[in-house]
Structure formats: C-alpha cells, structure tokens
C-alpha cells in the first residue's frame, strides 16, 4: 500500500505539468493556425493529405521538444517558457519552407505532397534538435 501511496504522491506535479503541456500544445495549434495562409483542419476534413503531413510533421515538430521541455524543466514556468520557443522555432520552419518552395500555399491547397513532406520532415528534424538542446 505504501508503494502506492509513494506513486500517487508525484500526482499532483504529473496532472500540474499535463495541462500546462495541454495548454501549451493548444496555444501552439492556434498560433501556428494563425500564421498559414489556409485551414489544414477543413482541408484535411475535405481529405487534403498535403494538409495532414504538414500539419502532422508541425505537431510532432512542437511536441518533441515539448516532451523534453516537461522531462527537464525546473519548474513550470521553465517548461512553459520552452514550449514557447519550440513553438517560435516551428513557425520559423514554416516561414522558412514558404519561402523556399515557390507557391506553398497553393501546392498546399491542391493537395501537392511535395512541399508539404519536406516541411514535415523539417518540423521533425528542428523538433528532434530543440529537444536535444533542451537537456541542461
């Protein structure tokens, strides 16, 4: 029993850092809906599978470093202060890739798989990179 009540007792700190984590997450998607010229999720809802990649690769781009932000922080205002820069580095990805592939918008909207599978690709890569960089 004593080894339950061990367990329960990081409950508080656990359900503390999981909504800060939620709320985090959910600022990022409206931010990062914000800053696209199109709505993924209604083109993803019309079956847009460019939208989802890109979309899909932004996400885990932002929650990778998210992760390690939550595991490593000294507290939560450390880990809401580096969900915040991971998020900044995801929409600097996709400034980024904007600007290299010419028309991303519109390829995006035609469902052209291309700009938006390098745009995943490179959300991962950046958010891999910003999780490692967050171990102090």
């Not at 656990?14 to 984590?21: D, E, I, P, R, T």
């Not at 990778?64 to 000294?74: E, G, K, M, W, Y």
Request: glycine letters at 8%; proline letters at 4%; a neutral charge.
């Amino acid at each position: 029993m004593e080894l339950i009540s061990q367990s329960l007792a990081g409950l508080p700190s656990f359900l503390l850092y999981f909504a800060l984590g939620i709320a985090v997450f959910a600022a990022f998607c409206v931010v990062y809906a914000a800053v696209t010229p199109y709505d993924e999720l209604a083109l993803i809802r019309e079956g847009n599978v460019a939208a989802a990649i890109s979309l899909g690769g932004a996400v885990l781009g932002f929650v990778l470093p998210l992760a390690s932000a939550i595991a490593h922080s000294v507290g939560p205002v450390d880990m809401v202060v580096w969900g915040v820069i991971a998020l900044v580095a995801q929409v600097v990805v996709y400034f980024l890739v904007a600007r290299l592939v010419p028309r991303f918008a519109e390829a995006i909207r035609a469902g052209r798989v291309a700009g938006a599978t390098l745009l995943a690709a490179l959300a991962v890569a950046t958010g891999i990179l910003n999780a490692a960089c967050m171990t102090y």
